[in-house]
């Protein structure tokens, strides 16, 4: 059973620029949620979402935005990014409500 | 609001050694409890969970959690440590109110040093 992909693995942008993250969970698994970790604020939830809705956001500004398609493949999107956003983005899928989380093994995001 | 506390920054322990890394949450009702590990630039393995039931949950490579309600613990442990445990390990609370999907609140994360 193949675990969760993310795609790229590494990029490297430009401040200014925007990106778009990619998330392919585990087959079955309908929620997909995001994280943000870096060296000094550690790992912080992004957004979650279920049946191609979001359903819970963290403290993130706006430029940070997401999506979910009906085959539960998620992207993330940021715009106008700053240096203070590279970091590791990962992606978790689980079963729905109640189940465990898997990650997947990263997005290493680099702006210059 | 959650939080989760791991007061040991930075552990470090022989080969063979037995281990135990601390884990303090805060929650109002009973919370769902998750231990993952991270190698370097990897993602993060999943080695144990707890939602209720037993409070002594055994999970993958040896390793074993408690929960303890009164102190607001979760604490991991192992018997004895392999070179190849050495990694950051985080503890996770996630929301058992039902308004969440998937949604963790992380500790700041352990690194273990495991020394020959």
């Known amino acids: 059973k193949a675990g969760v992909t993310q795609t790229p693995r590494y990029l490297i942008k430009t401040r200014g620029q925007q990106v778009t993250l990619s998330c392919s969970p585990i087959s079955g698994h309908r929620s997909v949620s995001w994280y943000q970790q870096t060296p000094g604020q550690g790992l912080q939830f992004l957004f979650e979402y279920f049946s191609e809705t979001q359903r819970n956001k963290g403290n993130f500004p706006g430029r940070f935005s997401g999506r979910q398609f009906s085959n539960s493949r998620s992207e993330m999107n940021v715009s106008t990014l700053e240096l203070g956003d590279s970091a590791l983005y990962l992606c978790a899928s689980s079963r729905g409500m109640n189940t465990e989380a898997f990650f997947g093994q990263g997005t290493r995001l680099t702006v210059v | 609001a959650q939080s989760v506390t791991q007061p040991d920054i930075h552990i470090t322990v022989s080969e063979g050694a037995s281990l135990e890394l601390r884990c303090n949450y805060s929650y109002g009702a009973t919370p769902y409890l998750f231990w993952y590990v991270q190698s370097p630039g990897q993602g993060l393995q999943l080695l144990l969970k707890y939602f209720s039931g037993d409070t002594l949950v055994q999970g993958i490579k040896g390793f074993e959690a408690e929960f303890k309600r009164s102190q607001s613990s979760f604490n991991l442990r192992k018997p004895s440590v392999h070179w190849s445990d050495a990694a950051e390990y985080f503890c996770?609370?996630?929301?058992?109110?039902?308004?969440?999907?998937?949604?963790?609140?992380f500790g700041q994360g352990t690194i273990l040093t495991v020394h020959p």
């Open positions: 996770a609370v996630g929301d058992a109110g039902g308004t969440s999907y998937g949604k963790l609140t």
